[in-house]
C-alpha cells in the first residue's frame, strides 16, 4: 500500500445495484497499480470486479472499479485509490438506520468495522450510494428523504467529516414498479438540493440486465464514470 497521506479512500454503500449484479467481463478484471480494495477478512489487495464479497452466490459487476479508473486519470500522480464495499442486495433503509442483520451482515455495524479500516489506510474521500429499490412502496416513499438525512448525518459521524462529500445514484427507469422508483428519484434530488456536499448521478437512459430491477454491464460502467464525474464536480464547487 502506498503511504496513508498518498491514498484516498472511497466506500461503496447501499444495496444490489452497488454491490453489483452485472456479468464481469474480462475488461473489468485488468488490475490497476494505483487501485486497490479489501477482502473479506480486511486485507488490502489490487482491486478488480467483482469488489463485493457479502453475498457469495449473488456477486457481479458493480460500477466501483469503473469509477476508480475514471478518477485515476484526473487524481495526481502520487495518489492511490481504496475501495471499500459495503453494500448488501435487497437492503432498507430503514434496516442501515437499525443496524439490523441483513442475509448476514450487520448493517450499520459493518459500515463501521470498515470505516474504521478505512481511516487507517487513508484519507476518506467520499461515500457512493446506490439504494432505494427495496424503499420503493407507499409505506417506505414518504419517509426516505428524511430517513436518507439521518442515515447520511450517522456515515459522516462516524467517517468524523460532516461535511463528507456523498454521490447518490438514481433508481432505473426500467422497473415495473416504474412510478414507485420514480418518487425515490424524486425523493434523492429533494434531499440533495438541501445538502449542498451531494450530488446525483443520472441513471434514465441506461438499460436492465433484462430482469427490470438490475442495471446491465454496460450502464454500471457508465455509472461508474458519472459517479468519478460527479465526485470531481463537487471537488470544484468547494476549490471555488
Do not use: C
Not at 432498507?92 to 448476514?104: A, E, K, Y
Not at 438541501?194 to 434514465?204: A, L
Not at 438499460?207 to 458519472?226: A, P, T, V, Y
Amino acid at each position: 500500500m502506498p503511504k496513508k497521506e498518498n491514498t484516498w479512500v472511497f466506500f461503496l454503500a447501499g444495496q444490489s445495484n452497488m454491490a453489483g449484479r452485472g456479468q464481469v467481463e474480462p475488461a473489468d478484471t485488468i488490475p490497476n497499480d494505483r487501485i486497490f480494495t479489501i477482502n473479506q477478512k480486511g486485507e488490502v489487495i489490487t482491486a478488480k470486479e467483482p469488489l463485493h464479497f457479502y453475498e457469495p452466490n449473488n456477486t457481479g459487476l458493480g460500477s466501483g472499479l469503473s469509477f476508480a479508473k475514471t478518477l485515476i486519470k484526473q487524481v495526481p500522480n502520487g495518489v492511490s485509490i481504496l475501495l471499500i464495499p459495503t453494500a448488501v442486495g435487497g437492503s432498507f433503509i430503514s434496516q442501515w438506520l437499525g443496524d439490523s442483520t441483513h442475509r448476514n451482515v450487520k448493517l450499520l455495524t459493518n459500515f463501521k468495522e470498515k470505516a474504521a479500516i478505512g481511516k487507517s489506510l487513508g484519507q476518506v474521500k467520499a461515500i457512493l450510494w446506490h439504494q432505494g429499490e427495496s424503499d420503493a412502496n407507499p409505506t417506505d416513499i414518504p419517509l426516505y428523504k428524511v430517513r436518507l438525512t439521518n442515515l447520511f448525518t450517522h456515515f459522516r459521524e462516524i467517517m468524523e467529516d460532516k461535511n463528507l462529500p456523498i454521490i447518490l445514484g438514481e433508481l432505473g427507469t426500467f422497473s415495473k414498479d416504474k412510478d414507485e422508483w420514480m418518487q425515490i428519484n424524486e425523493q434523492i434530488k429533494q434531499y440533495s438540493s438541501t445538502d449542498p456536499n451531494t450530488t446525483v448521478v443520472s441513471t434514465s437512459d441506461l438499460n436492465h440486465k433484462g430482469d427490470n430491477i438490475h442495471f446491465d454491464s454496460e450502464g454500471l460502467r457508465l455509472m461508474g464514470q458519472r459517479y468519478a464525474q460527479g465526485y470531481m464536480l463537487l471537488q470544484k464547487q468547494v476549490a471555488h
